[in-house]
Nanobody, 127 residues
Framework: QVQIVESGGGLAQPGGSLTLSCTAPGLASAYYGIGWFRQAPGKEREGISWIVSWDRSTSYAESVKGRFTIYSNDVNDMVYLQMNSLKPEDTAVYYC????????????????????WGQGTQVTVSA
């Protein structure tokens, strides 16, 4: 079982920014899809963004499009989620996950394609 570690969560004010990091051994080379999900209290887990390791194509949920950016650094096996213009409704535990399934573009991934998960990092957006 791959060990996925997220970091970078914390408290941010509305309109502020945070950058989440995800790392795992061989993250860029061993998995085709790397994604970020979140789960707020009392709500279902939501897939918000993912990236294809081989061509870096990306996909975003409508709730974060234009505010969040996913990108990767293959040198240090890291995937990041830059979150700008944060809103209170972005408050959730954020999880990084990997998929061994190959798709030609990030838009083709679905949440059920992701098999390995990190422990999550809490993001709280509040004044």
């Amino acid at each position: 079982q791959v060990q996925i570690v997220e970091s970078g969560g914390g408290l941010a004010q509305p309109g502020g920014s945070l950058t989440l990091s995800c790392t795992a051994p061989g993250l860029a080379s061993a998995y085709y899809g790397i994604g970020w999900f979140r789960q707020a209290p009392g709500k279902e887990r939501e897939g918000i963004s993912w990236i294809v390791s081989w061509d870096r194509s990306t996909s975003y949920a409508e709730s974060v499009k234009g505010r969040f950016t996913i990108y990767s650094n293959d040198v240090n096996d890291m995937v990041y989620l830059q979150m700008n213009s944060l809103k209170p409704e972005d408050t959730a535990v954020y999880y990084c996950a990997t998929s061994p399934i190959f798709y030609s573009h990030a838009d083709l991934y679905r949440a059920e394609d992701f098999a390995s998960w990190g422990q999550g990092t809490q993001v709280t957006v509040s004044a």
